[in-house]
């Protein structure tokens, strides 16, 4: 599996989502600069990792969103190439108009660092295969603007087309339905609150986060 | 030229931050206040070749999100306050 992960100014889960990607498939990711304006060639999957690129001047993800990198990243999605934005990452996604909606402030004005139970809602994505609909994971969140807010129109075709592929089981942050990551119309483009990075290892207490990039890595490779 | 461009929250999104700075006011015993919204202010030096229209493409691509905020754009030959 080729993979790329995107640095901007103020990522700070980069290295630790290229751990996580080298570990599960064998094969360190290229890191690229969001200055740059085209991906290395051959690539399967293109990672925004968590951070506060800019830091989240304007509106989280803003700025970054029209960095000279974002051309390539929507070109990639349109070819078809997964795309998966942790955190940072979705914020960036939807600010670039790759996802629909928007990530606000947590309702409860605070930022959430812990971990939280997830419930698995679509597991037919490249992302979410390795996982069963329905059960119960937990991956932890470190953030303060998560709480996920589209239109009602929005929020039922999400629903309706499967594209809601993870759910807070415990409220944690006034999202929308409750919606903790969600995927573009064609399957290829998934955003995430929550670290899945922060949980891949034996030694992180729990390994729910590395079946994602083993899916990825069942997927692509 | 002093151009300032008004960012707020589109009525039914909720304002978190809003209701908290509304607390604070119960808080200190002001009474009568409804509701809070908590937008921003961006102000703009622009060239006087700098027309609306540019304006508010500034304001779709980048000051606002449209998905959930509204804009406001105001020319400083528009309104020219006292204080500013």
């Known amino acids: 599996m080729k993979s790329a992960v995107i640095v901007f100014p103020g990522s700070n889960c980069d290295r630790d989502l290229a751990v996580a990607l080298e570990k599960t498939s064998g094969t360190a990711p290229l890191m690229v600069w969001h200055r740059e304006t085209e991906l290395p060639e051959g690539l399967d999957l293109v990672a925004l990792p968590g951070g506060f690129s800019y830091g989240d001047y304007l509106r989280s993800g803003a700025m970054a969103a029209r960095s000279p990198i974002l051309g390539a990243v929507k070109a990639a999605a349109d070819r078809g190439v997964a795309v998966l934005g942790i955190c940072n990452g979705f914020q960036i996604l939807t600010e670039a108009g790759l996802l629909p909606g928007a990530l606000m402030r947590n309702s409860g004005l605070h930022y959430i660092c812990r971990e939280v139970p997830l419930k698995v809602e679509n597991d037919r994505s490249a992302f979410t295969r390795r996982y069963r609909a329905g059960e119960e994971i937990v991956i932890p969140v470190a953030h303060h603007d998560g709480n996920y807010q589209a239109d009602a129109d929005t929020l039922d075709r999400l629903e309706g087309e499967g594209r809601v592929a993870l759910r807070y089981s415990d409220r944690c942050n006034g999202s929308a339905r409750d919606i903790a990551a969600i995927l573009n119309e064609r399957g290829n483009v998934l955003g995430m609150m929550p670290h899945p990075e922060r949980m891949a290892e034996e030694a992180h207490g729990r390994t729910d986060g590395r079946r994602l990039f083993e899916g990825l890595l069942d997927a692509l490779a | ?84």
Do not use: W
């Open chain 2, 1 to 84: 030229m002093k151009t300032r461009v008004y960012v707020t929250l589109k009525n039914g999104v909720l304002d978190p931050q809003g209701k908290a700075i509304h607390h604070a006011l119960e808080g200190l015993g002001f009474s009568g206040v409804n509701d809070v919204r908590a937008g921003k202010l961006i102000e703009l030096d622009l060239d006087p070749s700098v027309g609306e229209a540019e304006v508010e493409a500034m304001c779709r691509k980048l000051l606002a999100n449209t998905v959930i905020e509204n804009f406001r754009i105001e020319r400083a030959a528009d309104a020219r306050e006292p204080h500013a």
